[in-house]
């Protein structure tokens, strides 16, 4: 059974600081991962596909990295900024989406 | 393009009582998921469906059920609610299965009284 784990649960950082946001999967037979954002009470919006052939994914200051063998993922966000404030959800497609709990960003002024 | 777009955005209905909501999917795609997110949780898959089929199913009782039409849109039915099914409903959209990129709507808001 497909198991995924966010850490940290909540982070809060200064702007302008780089950040790493972690996600382990327990099962490596996925067919892509994918980052979510979610404000509260909002829907979700898709940051960056990686699919289970990639490294990597790239898209302006967020980087997205893969590594199925060893069953993580991280989301790196560059400079930081208050409008980055969201929960974060890593999601795995292994023929359904199984998603993390979330890792609640707060990026202070 | 409008995305994925969910009706109705909140629904309030006591305990006993049935409801139905709709997803109607990003244009190009086939395939439509619902997914229950309780407060402070992650979403939790409840089923997807192709070609008008329920083709994955997670652990929800059988009074989750749906429909797919042939336009695609698709709706989630819950009968007898109870208090605990008080939660967002999203839905998402993509081609070929989710083997692609998943979009998802602005969800529904379900309280239970």
């Known amino acids: 059974k497909q198991e995924v784990t966010q850490i940290p649960a909540a982070l809060s950082v200064p702007e302008g600081e780089n950040l790493v946001l972690n996600c382990s999967f327990t099962?490596?037979?996925?067919?892509?991962l994918q980052w979510f954002r979610q404000d509260p009470g909002k829907g979700l919006t898709s940051l960056l596909l990686i699919q289970s052939s990639q490294r990597e994914q790239t898209s302006g200051r967020l980087n997205a990295s893969l590594d199925k063998s060893s069953g993580r993922s991280t989301l790196y966000i560059a400079a930081s900024q208050p409008g980055d404030s969201a929960t974060y959800l890593c999601v795995v497609e292994g023929g359904k989406l199984i998603f993390g709990q979330g890792t609640e960003l707060s990026v202070k002024p | 393009d409008a995305g994925v777009t969910q009706s109705p955005t909140h629904l309030i209905k006591t305990r006993g009582q049935q409801v139905t909501l709709r997803c109607s999917p990003k244009?190009?795609?086939?395939?439509v998921s619902w997914y229950q997110q309780a407060l402070g949780q992650g979403p939790q898959f409840i089923f997807q469906y192709y070609e008008e089929e329920e083709r994955q199913r997670g652990n929800f009782p059988d009074r989750f059920s749906g429909h797919q039409f042939p336009n695609y849109s698709s709706e989630l039915n819950v009968n007898a609610l109870l208090l605990g099914d008080s939660a967002l409903y999203l839905c998402a959209s993509s081609w070929d299965r989710g083997y692609n990129e998943q979009f998802f709507g602005p969800g529904t808001r379900l309280t239970v009284l």
């Open positions: 244009s190009g795609h086939d395939t």
């Open positions: 099962d490596s037979a996925i067919y892509n």
